[in-house]
């Protein structure tokens, strides 16, 4: 596998000859040039929250190629296609927004900046795609103003429903944005960590175009490109996320369908987001210093260089490795391993790497939801958190290590008993 990642053009690229160019080389998502470089490839791996409740734990289960690519014309980083035999999402796999504290506050002071930088009151209106049980919406009708949202899940769009939030049940798209603007054309449209999970970012991109007032703002989250390179991110890499996308990628997909980007911020959120701001490509705002630091930041970080994404592919290699030995070390060391967590980037890091039972004991999830099942692929058990202090493990290993501090807070008790942490923070090591 590693002369694909070092270069297509040897031996393994000699092998891809024997295969239809569809599956060696499909089309980009955005611009539709042929894809020829690999970014990570992570094997085989299950759907991350396809967690397997215990009593189907003996029951065949579905894998699926999970290799990014990158496009050498428009630096989109895009997953490769897959194939499956139904839907790969469950229906009732249901990701309630509103479980996080900190990202509520997020969202709350979100609202309250927008309101005051765009002078929203009762006679605009936000649209909101992806807008789950209404977590953010909520607050601005609790302003007076004017909400919209799309939500594709049914069940999250009735709890938004039952809190009075006026929700659309559909996918985003041209077709759905013509039929919301012959009611009204939003003033702010926002969509967070929405974009990177659309398998046609151009369909989607396109009905912003079409439900955007003229004068109107768009701003989009979304875990950054380049703090995915920098910090080795590569485990938030999954197939619910289609794209991995930087400034300058989202600004030649929103140029290509007569939308500009004028300005950005930088989150921490996701291990490092952005937050860019939109409108139409006729509208009078100026490209802020902020957008054009940026784009500068990311020319000289090499994103505008394919060579940059091949090489990314070697480090998530050797990763792999390094973090497969400290793992070996502990156990040798006769130390037991409970992880935290059952999200989706702990799911990418223990399937590539082959981690299961023989490594941790169990992890847990405070979501009751995700209780009595079992990680898909590796079947660790997922147990509720009291589970830490029941069997006191020597090392919980945070798998969601972009809210390691919140979790080392919780569980500060396991000192009592001269337990460990261990995060990735990039590399995978005991945290002080
Ligand atoms: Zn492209």
Redesign the pocket.
């Given at each position: 596998m590693a002369l694909v990642v070092a270069d297509t053009t040897t031996a393994a690229g000699a092998a891809d000859e024997a295969r239809p160019a569809a599956v060696t080389r499909p089309?980009?998502?955005?611009?539709?040039?042929p894809?020829e470089h690999v970014f990570a490839d992570l094997g085989m791996s299950p759907v991350a929250n396809d967690n397997v409740p215990i009593e189907h734990a003996n029951a065949m289960e579905p894998f699926f190629p999970l290799c990014a690519l990158v496009?050498?014309?428009?630096?989109?980083v895009?997953l490769a296609p897959f194939e499956t035999q139904k839907p790969l999402f469950r229906e009732d796999y249901a990701y309630f927004s509103s479980y996080s504290s900190s990202w509520l506050e997020h969202c709350r002071r979100y609202t309250e900046q927008m309101i005051e930088r765009l002078g929203l009151e009762a006679s605009s209106q936000v649209i909101e795609l992806a807008s789950n049980d209404g977590y953010l919406l909520q607050y601005f009708k609790q302003a007076g103003i004017p909400v919209l949202g799309i939500e594709p899940t049914d069940n999250t769009a009735q709890v938004a429903l039952e809190k009075g939030i006026p929700t659309r049940v559909e996918f985003w798209g041209a077709q759905t944005a013509r039929a919301v603007a012959e009611e009204a054309q939003a003033d702010l449209l926002l969509g967070n960590n929405v974009l990177a999970h659309v398998p046609d970012i151009n369909d989607f991109v396109a009905g912003m175009k079409i439900a955007l007032k003229a004068g109107g703002t768009i701003t989009i989250e979304f875990p950054h490109l380049l703090k995915l390179i920098e910090l080795n991110q590569w485990d938030t890499i999954y197939h619910e996320h289609y794209s991995y996308l930087s400034f300058g990628?989202v600004g030649r997909v929103f140029e290509a369908h007569g939308l500009r980007l004028f300005d950005v911020q930088e989150l921490p959120t996701h291990g490092g987001s952005l937050r860019i701001f939109g409108c139409h490509e006729d509208d009078p705002r100026e490209r802020s210093d902020a957008a054009r630091e940026l784009l500068e930041r990311e020319r000289a970080a090499g994103l505008e260089d394919v060579q940059t994404y091949r090489d990314y592919g070697a480090r998530v290699i050797e990763d792999k490795r390094e973090i497969l030995t400290f793992l070996i070390d502990l156990k040798r060391a006769g130390n037991s391993i409970a992880g935290y967590g059952a999200a989706a980037k702990g799911n990418t890091l223990l399937n590539y790497c082959g981690a299961g039972r023989d490594f941790l004991d169990f992890t847990c999830d405070a979501n009751p939801h995700k209780q009595h099942h079992v990680l898909p692929g590796t079947h660790i058990p997922i147990l509720g958190p009291e589970a830490i202090r029941e069997r006191r493990p020597d090392v919980v290993l945070i798998l969601p290590w972009n809210i390691k501090d919140e979790i080392m807070q919780q569980l500060s008790y396991i000192r009592e008993w001269g337990g460990r942490f261990a995060a990735r923070s990039p590399e995978l090591r005991l945290l002080p």
């Open positions: 089309p980009c998502r955005f611009c539709g040039a894809l496009c050498s014309q428009c630096f989109l895009q990628t």
